[in-house]
Nanobody, 123 residues
Framework: QVQLVESGGGLVQPGGSLRLSCATS????????MGWYRQAPGKERELVAS???????NYADSVKGRFTISRDNAKNTVHLQMNSLKSEDTSVYYC?????????????????WGQGTQVTVSS
């Protein structure tokens, strides 16, 4: 079955950088939009950045100029380069993708989520 797995999270000091990666696997026909979300304790899950299959990007205002989302369509992966990290960026980060999965003769589209990776920004 289709699976998304995030990696690259960890502990970093304010002003530091991390690079998150999301790998996909399974019976994937195609992947449309991909994105990164985050959810901190006591807060709703929010969109951090998204990227279309054609490479168009969108960013939350809070991360513009600091984060960069990218994808490799040949590998079906998406990445989030996070620079100038702040304590406010501390959260669990989730990979999301709209994927067309093979089910017999049909292609069924839906959103898939990774398990999340913890990012902690602290001195």
């Amino acid at each position: 079955q289709v699976q998304l797995v995030e990696s690259g999270g960890g502990l970093v000091q304010p002003g530091g950088s991390l690079r998150l990666s999301c790998a996909t696997s399974g019976s994937i026909f195609s992947i449309n939009d991909m994105g990164w979300y985050r959810q901190a304790p006591g807060k709703e899950r929010e969109l951090v950045a998204s990227i279309s299959s054609g490479g168009s990007t969108n960013y939350a205002d809070s991360v513009k100029g600091r984060f960069t989302i990218s994808r490799d369509n040949a590998k079906n992966t998406v990445h989030l380069q996070m620079n100038s990290l702040k304590s406010e960026d501390t959260s669990v980060y989730y990979c999301n993708a709209r994927i067309g999965a093979r089910q017999g003769p049909a292609i069924l589209w839906r959103d898939y989520w990774g398990q999340g990776t913890q990012v902690t920004v602290s001195s």
